[in-house]
């Protein structure tokens, strides 16, 4: 099945690693003009050097102003992947002011801010617009250490489900993927390599393996897509498997 987005205008936070930094290289691919917009102006750089027709756009997304002024000089934007994300690990009793404030800084504002620049465009243009948020099954099963995180995450959710329901009548679809474990540096961070750590979870998974970056971004291209036409407000897991135990 081949997808393009000749003369569609992307854009995809976080897009610096991991599964922003391959749905970013993915889109260009797929003919979209694409914005890769990350904090860190080094990853940038690099991506440029990959993808010489890529825009990279440097700016920290918890700065709710400032992020919001640079997204509306990227508008008018057709494809929209809100992929910036970062987890803290802490028990619910050690979990700080700090850990809760930049990981729903970052996974559960940013999106809301940049969602609202880019959505509020569309429709005084009326125009049209796909959005894929990328969530976690984290956000419907339970992980120790995971309070924040997986609590961010489903707020995420919820954010693509009520996106959906407030703009679905405005030529605006809203889905989510759902990824298990992806072995990016925040994956490897977490320590999901450790079999005392993965093993447990592999086990409840029935094709006994976490994902791998590519199997995520086809899930999000799909969903970008017009073969997604009629799928709005979808948390789609990327899982193995994991959920249905």
């Known amino acids: 099945m081949e997808i393009k987005f000749?003369?569609?205008?992307?854009?995809?936070?976080?897009?610096?690693k991991g599964i922003g930094r391959a749905t970013a290289k993915a889109l260009v691919k797929c003919g979209a003009e694409t914005?890769?917009?990350?904090?860190?102006?080094?990853?940038l750089d690099s991506l440029k050097a990959e993808v010489p027709t890529i825009h990279t756009v440097c700016v920290d997304i918890t700065d709710w102003d400032k992020l919001r002024g640079?997204?509306?000089?990227l508008c008018p934007i057709d494809l929209l992947v809100n992929n910036a994300g970062v987890c803290t690990l802490a028990p619910f009793l050690e979990v700080s002011k700090e850990d809760f404030d930049y990981t729903y800084d970052t996974n559960v504002k940013a999106l809301i801010n940049i969602s609202q620049v880019v959505?509020?465009?569309?429709?005084d243009r009326g125009s049209s617009c796909a959005v894929v948020n990328v969530s976690s099954i984290a956000s419907s099963i339970a992980v120790f250490n995971h309070i924040v995180y997986a609590s961010s995450k489903a707020a995420v959710d919820m954010l693509t489900k009520?996106?959906?329901?407030?703009?679905g009548s405005k030529n605006i679809r809203v889905n989510s993927v759902n990824p298990t474990v992806v072995m990016t540096d925040m994956?490897?961070?977490?320590?999901?390599?450790?079999?005392?750590?993965?093993g447990p979870v592999l086990a409840l998974t029935p094709q006994g393996r976490f994902a791998e970056v590519h199997e995520v971004v086809d899930a999000i291209l799909f969903l970008l897509s017009d073969k997604a036409?009629?799928?709005?407000?979808?948390?789609?897991?990327?899982?193995?498997g994991r959920l249905v135990q």
């Open 6 to 16: 000749d003369g569609k205008r992307a854009l995809v936070t976080g897009a610096g």
């Open 35 to 43: 914005y890769a917009l990350s904090r860190t102006q080094a990853d």
């Open 70 to 73: 640079v997204v509306k000089t």
């Open 119 to 123: 959505l509020k465009d569309i429709i």
């Open 162 to 167: 009520i996106m959906t329901l407030e703009l």
């Open 187 to 198: 994956g490897k961070r977490n320590n999901w390599s450790d079999p005392a750590k993965s």
């Open 229 to 240: 036409s009629m799928i709005n407000g979808t948390c789609l897991p990327v899982d193995g």
